[in-house]
């Protein structure tokens, strides 16, 4: 690790190297059983013949350690976290707080259906709003993520036409699109075709026209899409699929710019993903559980994975009775937990909550893409949704500066770096999504930063080169650190 370690400060040392022998964390009142050597209590092939090597530190070695390591990350709780397309939004408290109750959190999957009544109200009201959010009639709470929802819609999809006698083996995709559509299409079996972009932003129609066909199965949609932009021509896009057998899926992610707005089933679309952890405030990033329900219109329903939450008056039961059903894709219910926390903010918002915070999302982007066209190359010079799109070309034209170099820099002022490099059409992008949450302050202050890196990218492009500098690490491998992670220390 040293190696890529070319650090700005001191690296911070592992508990390991922190270890000194005999010192301990802990002390136990003395002991009232009968002392026992360990050789009495385990089978031989149960003990170990080594002790393991394990860090010997005090209480406050412990805290300080994690501690310290917990300040030198970022987080939304932190700063400003601009990741376009992953929605860092503010997560509230009180959502946490719901998650935690007892009742809630020490539910056990296995328990008999009498006595979860409240965890399997919970969720049955779950998939109702999340019905009148996105315009569907029944939803599945059991995806783990949106690709995971992905691969469940297009299962659905191909269960569809199976049921009709059709094989259908091609996936249309727009080149806007985020990757894992194409690699949830391929896992499902399917090939993707990539349809263009006309010069607004949305899907090209002449394109798709040409590109649709008996053999296509569906496409694959994001609206707004990733550009930020809202595809005006949706009921064109949908007539042209529609009209030759296939069906329309709609990557939610984005639908933090529509809530109470537009509803995904009301413009065409079949089945839909909603994103939990992005636009339903539950905190994501560094792998942790999401959830990606899935929502079908009428004509798809009997597609949805099995069980869903079903109510005979006032008791709920789990409805595995879905013959048609594509069957389970996770297990128990999904990610609970991650549904409570959703459920928490729908309840806390209201519907005026939800539509003032797509309202406030969009404002907050269209205020925040005017103040950086000041200084950067607007692609498409258009309202943008609940992100924005600009590039990063001037500076890498006129100074050689790059916008990953600029990335890098803003970690020097304390802010989360956009999301870069996507989408893949935009050279040079940054895709800016700073939330309904963020203050005008935040916003200016962020707006104003960027415009101090242009200029220091004029004046000084070797020092944005070489940022970050205050980082306790520089520039890491990504793909070394992606691809082969060393995160095991092991004894000299
Ligand atoms: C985040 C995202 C996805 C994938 O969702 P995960 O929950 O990360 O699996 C799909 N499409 C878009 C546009 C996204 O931003």
């Not at 021509?233 to 329309?248: K, P, R, W, Y």
Request: charged residues 20%.
């Amino acid at each position: 690790m040293t190696s890529q370690l070319e650090a700005g400060r001191r690296p911070e040392p592992l508990i390991f190297e922190m270890s000194s022998p005999g010192r301990i964390a802990y002390s136990l009142p003395a002991l009232d059983v009968p002392d026992r050597p360990v050789e009495e209590c385990l089978p031989a092939g149960a003990l170990r013949r080594t002790a393991p090597e394990l860090p010997e530190v005090s209480e406050v070695d412990v805290v300080r350690h994690f501690t310290r390591l917990s300040q030198i990350q970022h987080g939304v709780d932190i700063g400003f976290y601009p990741l376009g397309s992953c929605t860092m939004k503010y997560n509230p408290k009180v959502n946490e707080d719901m998650a935690s109750l007892p009742g809630l959190a020490g539910v056990h999957p296995y328990f008999p259906e009498e006595l979860v009544q409240g965890a399997l109200e919970l969720l049955y009201r779950m998939e109702r709003y999340l019905c009148e959010i996105g315009g569907v009639s029944r939803v599945s709470l059991q995806p783990a993520a949106g690709a995971h929802g992905e691969l469940t819609g297009l299962l659905m999809f191909r269960a569809y036409h199976a049921d009709r006698g059709e094989n259908r083996t091609r996936i249309l995709i727009p080149d806007s699109a985020h990757g894992t559509n194409p690699a949830s299409a391929i896992v499902c079996g399917y090939q993707t075709v990539e349809v263009p972009s006309d010069h607004r932003g949305g899907v090209d129609i002449e394109a798709l026209k040409r590109l649709m066909g008996p053999d296509v199965a569906g496409l694959m949609l994001t609206n707004p899409n990733t550009l930020g932009l809202f595809d005006e021509n949706m009921a064109t896009v949908a007539e042209i699929v529609h009209s030759q057998g296939g069906l329309l899926y709609y990557d939610g992610a984005n639908a933090n710019a529509i809530m109470g707005i537009a509803r995904p089933g009301d413009t065409g679309f079949d089945v839909v993903h909603f994103n939990l952890h992005k636009t339903f405030a539950t905190p994501h990033g560094g792998g942790g559980p999401g959830s990606g329900p899935v929502g079908a219109v009428a004509k798809l329903e009997p597609y949805l994975p099995a069980p869903l939450v079903d109510a005979d008056g006032d008791r709920y039961r789990l409805a595995y009775d879905r013959p048609r059903s594509i069957g389970r894709v996770k297990s128990f219910y999904g990610n609970f937990l991650v549904v409570v926390k959703a459920y928490a903010y729908i309840r806390s918002m209201g519907a005026e909550g939800l539509l003032r915070v797509s309202e406030d999302a969009v404002l907050n982007a269209n205020y925040l893409m005017r103040k950086l066209a000041e200084h950067f190359h607007l692609p498409y010079d258009r309202h943008c949704k609940h992100e924005c799109v600009v590039s990063g070309v001037w500076q890498k034209d006129r100074h050689g500066v790059r916008t990953l170099d600029m990335a890098k820099r803003l970690l020097d002022y304390g802010f989360h770096a956009p999301t870069i490099y996507f989408p893949l059409i935009v050279p040079e992008c940054l895709m800016v999504e700073p939330t309904e949450t963020e203050s005008r302050q935040t916003l200016d202050a962020f707006a104003g930063t960027m415009a101090h890196i242009a200029g220091e990218a004029e004046s000084d492009p070797d020092l944005v080169k070489g940022a970050p500098h205050t980082t306790p690490v520089k520039r890491l491998d990504e793909a070394l650190a992606a691809r082969k992670p060393n995160l095991r220390w092991r004894p000299e």
